[in-house]
């Protein structure tokens, strides 16, 4: 049964902040994914990685980074954080082969103050 | 520039009824759809898809019909059940470079009444 943990449910952060959303899959899943969800706008993807130390911007990366030292293990990165990051945050992981579901974690609530 | 779009925002269905999801989508490189479902708090969980060759799938009370030269799919559920009151996100797939990756639509909140 795959299992995609993140870190924290909810997050309370100050505008300057530098934050920082952890997620571990435990199925040796090639590809990890970050959204965030917001009302009325759906998933938007923010970052992925295919590999370890690889990584692609998604449709919406401007404030955001990413690390994946470790296969199973992808974060992402607020450098700054801001109130229009305020959202939820999914992190997501999939296997790399074709026609292939993504599992998803139980998402992060963060709210920037 | 929505790729993935669930026109409807929100649906009502009485219990027992079919509830009929839409999706529409632009790009014609997206070779797989799925359909998820999320309850406030969680996150999305997969409920089934469909592979561009085919035009159907059916799994117990959920059916997906895919109509690719109208780049439309839908979901059926027969009947409803008050337990599929959820979000429901439209998603497709097409390779990136060297992942595939999934666009999602944005969402369709349906409520099952008794």
């Known amino acids: 049964d795959v299992k995609v943990t993140q870190s924290s449910r909810y997050l309370v952060k100050r505008t300057g902040e530098k934050v920082f959303l952890e997620c571990v899959q435990d199925m040796d899943h090639e590809n990890m994914f970050w959204y965030r969800q917001d009302p009325g706008l759906g998933l938007r993807l923010i970052y992925f990685s295919y590999d370890v130390k690889m990584k692609e911007k998604g449709d919406i990366p401007e404030g955001y980074s990413v690390s994946r030292e470790k296969k199973e293990r992808f974060s992402l990165i607020l450098e700054s954080a801001s109130t229009n990051q305020t959202s939820m945050y999914l992190c997501?992981?999939?296997?790399?082969?074709?026609?292939?579901?993504?599992?998803f974690g139980q998402g992060t609530r963060l709210t920037v103050v | 520039d929505q790729q993935v779009k669930q026109n409807s925002p929100s649906l009502s269905v009485q219990e027992g009824r079919i509830s009929i999801l839409n999706c529409d989508y632009t790009?014609?490189?997206?070779?797989?759809f799925l359909w998820y479902k999320k309850y406030p708090a969680e996150g999305p969980t997969f409920l089934i898809s469909i592979s561009s060759i085919k035009d159907k799938n059916e799994d117990g009370r959920f059916t997906v019909f895919l109509n690719k030269s109208a780049k439309h799919l839908s979901l059926h559920i027969v009947p409803s059940q008050p337990g599929d009151s959820a979000v429901y996100f439209c998603?497709?797939?097409?390779?990136?470079?060297?992942?595939?990756?999934?666009?999602f639509g944005t969402g369709t909140r349906l409520q099952v009444t008794l």
């Open positions: 790009n014609s490189m997206f070779d797989y």
């Open positions: 997501a992981s999939s296997l790399e082969q074709l026609n292939t579901e993504a599992f």
């Open positions: 998603a497709a797939s097409a390779r990136s470079g060297t992942a595939s990756k999934l666009t």
